[in-house]
């Protein structure tokens, strides 16, 4: 089963849902109408980012949504940053950030921790 992520309004908070990607979220993005899952149950989470590191460290958005995911999330999920060749390298990184145990790029897995 698939879940994707949806922001709560007016919150520093992201969950994931299950559902049709039917309503607009505070930024506009398509969101799940369903309901939450919790966080400790997932075993694998895409993330995104701007760019990503040589030892799975990623630079966001700046609001710290997935930072907050990932500190969340069981020992036992996987996380896997998707990027272009073009997203990689040095980037800097603060006290709060969380690396990811994989990345995949268009040439292939470029980083495993895992």
């Keep these: ?20 990607l039917t309503q607009r979220g505070p930024y506009g993005i398509p969101e799940p109408t369903g309901a939450a899952s919790a966080l400790e149950s997932l075993d694998v989470v895409i993330v995104p980012g701007l760019a990503f590191g040589p030892a799975g460290e990623r630079l966001g958005y700046g609001k710290g949504y997935y930072d907050r995911v990932l500190a969340q999330l069981s020992r036992d999920a996987l996380t896997v940053g998707v990027a272009f060749e073009s ?28």
Excluded at 15 to 20: L, S, T, V, W
Aim: a neutral charge; zero cysteines.
């Design 87 to 114: 997203q990689l390298g040095p980037i800097p990184t603060g006290p709060l950030d969380r690396a990811v145990d994989k990345v995949i790029t268009e040439v292939g897995e470029r980083f495993s921790r895992v």
């Design 1 to 20: 089963m698939f879940f994707y992520p949806r922001v709560i309004a007016g919150t520093p908070v992201l969950e994931f849902g299950g559902g049709p």
